[in-house]
């Protein structure tokens, strides 16, 4: 007599997990803001690098919440490809404001 497992109950693993994702894009957008104002009247290059993360911010923050409403019952925050992009623009993201930081 085999006994079968119970189903997986993934509780709020995955919405936790959105709204850490979220975090990090706000993180990222707040970023992108301040490269912005400290580029404003000085360098062309902070003021280009702000407009970029702002954008990537947004892109992480829509495929992250696109992956959760896609996946059925909330049961796994969905496609490993959509995470390791959204992963990528955290890591673009903190390449540029190295870059920010070192040539200030």
Same mark, same amino acid.
């Given at each position: 007599?085999?006994?079968? *497992? *119970? *189903?997986? /109950?993934?509780?709020?693993? *995955?919405?936790?997990? !959105?709204?850490?994702?979220?975090?990090?894009?706000?993180?990222?957008?707040?970023?992108?803001?301040?490269?912005?104002?400290?580029?404003?009247?000085?360098? /062309?290059?902070?003021? %280009?690098?702000?407009?970029?993360?702002?954008?990537?911010?947004?892109?992480?923050?829509?495929?992250?919440?696109?992956?959760?409403?896609?996946?059925?019952?909330?049961?796994?925050?969905?496609?490993?490809?959509? !995470?390791? !992009?959204?992963? %990528?623009?955290?890591?673009?993201?903190?390449?540029?404001?190295?870059?920010?930081?070192?040539?200030?």
């Amino acid at each position: 007599m085999e006994m079968t *497992p *119970p *189903p997986r /109950d993934p509780g709020l693993q *995955p919405e936790r997990t !959105l709204l850490a994702w979220r975090r990090t894009a706000l993180g990222l957008l707040v970023n992108g803001i301040l490269l912005l104002a400290s580029g404003h009247g000085t360098s /062309d290059v902070r003021l %280009g690098l702000g407009i970029v993360v702002m954008v990537l911010a947004l892109a992480c923050w829509a495929a992250v919440s696109a992956v959760y409403r896609r996946s059925v019952n909330h049961s796994a925050l969905g496609s490993e490809r959509v !995470l390791r !992009l959204a992963a %990528g623009l955290v890591l673009t993201v903190g390449l540029f404001d190295l870059y920010a930081v070192v040539t200030r």
